[in-house]
């Protein structure tokens, strides 16, 4: 059996959770999740746990068994805690700015870079060269932060660029001089 899906979810006081028709909805402080559950894993909702269980030894069921009770646990812990992910822009002249809904980003181009924060996404700067992209939604969450990194790609021999706060850059050594 895996290990991750025979786990059950503990519901946290404050956290509703309905099952209907394969479709969980979790509801917490922070907002609302849905997700459609495949109807080979079955799912319970009693006493205050979430339990996953799979029909079959298949291959791809057994995979499917882990993944949806990962889903899931990140269901509840964003509608809970939420999520987080910072980034660090770097470079001369670079800079970043939140308008609106909107994150205005100058970073070396003819022209500003704007990206539109969508449903349950806020965009925060604590400085000009920080990014903190919050929600609920793990998987977008990530996914906005990775079209942002994506934007200036990071330079090996100077680091600019944009940059998850946790990455590790190695700088690449210069040219020498001749003899």
Request: charged share 20%; net charge positive; hydrophobic share 40%.
């Amino acid at each position: 059996m895996s290990r991750i899906g025979r786990a059950p979810i503990t519901i946290p006081s404050g956290v509703d959770v309905k099952l209907v028709d394969g479709i969980i909805t979790v509801k917490g402080p922070k907002g609302t999740l849905t997700r459609d559950i495949n109807s080979i894993i079955k799912c319970e909702v009693n006493n205050g746990k979430i339990v996953f269980t799979r029909p079959n030894e298949d291959k791809e069921t057994r995979a499917k068994h882990g993944l949806y009770r990962a889903l899931v646990n990140n269901m509840v812990h964003g509608v809970t805690h939420g999520y987080d992910k910072a980034l660090v822009i770097n470079g001369i002249g670079y800079k970043a700015q939140v308008v609106g809904n909107k994150l205005v980003l100058n970073i070396g181009y003819s022209h500003p870079v704007e990206f539109v924060a969508p449903a349950g996404i806020t965009f925060t700067c604590p400085s000009i060269t920080d990014i903190v992209v919050s929600g609920v939604d793990k998987e977008l969450v990530g996914q906005v932060a990775a079209n942002i990194k994506a934007s200036r790609v990071i330079e090996p021999y100077h680091a600019y660029g944009v940059r998850y706060k946790t990455d590790v850059v190695v700088i690449k050594e210069g040219k020498k001089a001749g003899k």
